[in-house]
């Protein structure tokens, strides 16, 4: 008996506090590994932004990915973009800004941040696998317009374990939703990247802040040492 409960719970060193979790009520949800955001040529290149910034968080991100493969945890990969028509864009988004192209205009990878264009992909290094689910967004939260809170319900999903770019983004405002939602978000801060180094740290500060305002920090390392792997 004791055996078959560690097997499904562990401890998470985090700040501002370790967590306990019970893994299957945890998720692994990875935003927005996509080129348009990673590689040049992109949505993020097109704002102005040095790209390379983010390559660091691949491989923190991939140690997890293959660890939670290896657990069985539900997987979630999200992805930022819009319908080809752009009726899912609000004209606010669209037209923000003075980018080199805007969303919808054709660039070396396709039109930026469309579903279906090849800069709309994830990653080839944390590409999902056919059993793991894919939500599709339209705005910076995971939350808004999508299926994500009836998977999680569907699944008894409490925990989150949260990576991915860019961490004062699409990060941030996913854990904002979610905290608000009840789950309990841990951030993996070598698994997060901003393209402006001191926004990573304000975002992972800012979350775990007030004992924990809106979640958990903690690293890849010590996701995988709860983990045991
Ligand atoms: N620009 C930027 O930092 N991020 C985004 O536009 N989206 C995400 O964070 N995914």
Redesign the pocket.
Known sequence: MADAKQATTGTIAAEPGSIAVDWSATALII??MQRD?MEPGG??ET?G?DVSQLARAVKPVGAVLSAAREMGMLVIHTR?GHLPDLSDAPRAKVERGAPALRIGDPGPMGRILIRGEAGHDIIPELYPLDSEIVVDKPG?GAFYATELSDILTKRGIENLLVCG??TE???NTTVREANDRGYRCVVISDGCA??FPEFHEAGLNMIKAQGGIFGWVTDSAAVLKAMQV
Request: glycine fraction near 6%; aromatic fraction near 18%.
């Open positions: 935003i927005d955001f949505f993020g704002l932004n930022e910076k770019v860019t983004v699409c990060v901003s393209y």
